[in-house]
């Protein structure tokens, strides 16, 4: 109980003091339909300083992290549409992403683990999804397991930047076309990514618009790896048109 009480006073004590150094803002972001709400130095409102919260339109929290004069810090947390499940969670030092950062993906299970003190990947959880792709050894492409699959190194998570551009084509959805559209591309050992092509499609005006948004992932890769060592690898993404 003591320790407890020390704490809470500290804590109180804390709060107070900074209470007399920052103020809080809130503010629209680029984006209409999310707001930022941060705390910055009195004497110096482009110095954030503090907590720092992204909220969808519904209130819903997106981002929450912390801010040391200016500079990202201590741990951050990205969540779900919900505002309840995690994405991403890991540790900011002098505004650079530190130590190990986890990524989940639905019903909380973690995906992987990224540690940026090796810049690697720790640990990688297939789950269900097959891990046999075609890759390229030498000059010969064949179909081989591996250890994990290209990943998209920083905060976003790819499907998330894909689904944040996507539109629905209206000349199908007046037509009511819908459908699952295959997208296809190389990967290679450096992390680039290039020749981006349908594999299966649905229709013309579904198939392109699944293509253009694939094209935003065109760079910033961490590569496949097989054995330990990067590899060349053609990777898959499936984007799924659905009428409601």
């Known amino acids: 109980m003591r320790l407890a009480l020390i704490t809470i006073l500290f804590l109180g004590r804390v709060i107070q003091t900074y209470s007399q150094d920052i103020e809080l803002i809130t503010k629209q972001t680029k984006n209409p339909n999310t707001t930022e709400k941060y705390f910055v130095l009195k004497s110096d409102e482009n110095i954030k300083q503090g907590l720092y919260e992204k909220r969808r339109y519904d209130n819903s929290l997106a981002i929450r992290g912390y ?3 200016n500079k990202k810090d201590s741990i ?3 969540y779900a549409s919900n505002g309840i499940d995690t994405t991403l969670i890991g540790c900011f030092t002098d505004d650079k ?3 190990a950062w986890t990524i989940f993906e639905d019903q909380c299970r973690v ?3 990224f540690d940026y003190s090796k810049y690697d990947v720790v640990e990688y959880n297939w789950y269900e999804t097959a891990n046999k792709f075609p890759i390229l050894i030498d000059t010969t492409w064949t179909v081989s397991d591996i250890d994990s699959p290209p990943i ?3 905060k976003e998570n790819p499907f998330q930047l894909i689904s944040g551009s996507l539109r629905y084509p209206m000349s199908a959805f007046e037509k009511g076309i819908s459908g699952r559209v295959w997208i296809s591309f190389i990967v290679d050992k450096d992390g680039s ?3 981006f092509k349908v594999l299966k499609g649905v229709a013309k005006d579904l198939d392109a618009e699944a293509l253009r948004v694939t094209k935003i992932l065109d760079k910033n890769w961490f590569p ?3 054995d330990g060592q990067a ?3 053609e990777y898959f993404i499936s984007i799924n048109f659905r009428l409601i």
């Open 224 to 226: 496949a790896k097989k």
């Open 111 to 113: 995906r992987y683990k």
């Open 76 to 78: 951050w947390i990205f």
């Open 67 to 69: 801010y040391s004069k």
């Open 231 to 233: 590899i060349t690898i």
């Open 193 to 195: 990514a290039c020749d």
């Open 97 to 99: 992403p530190n130590k």
């Open 152 to 154: 998209i190194i920083g």
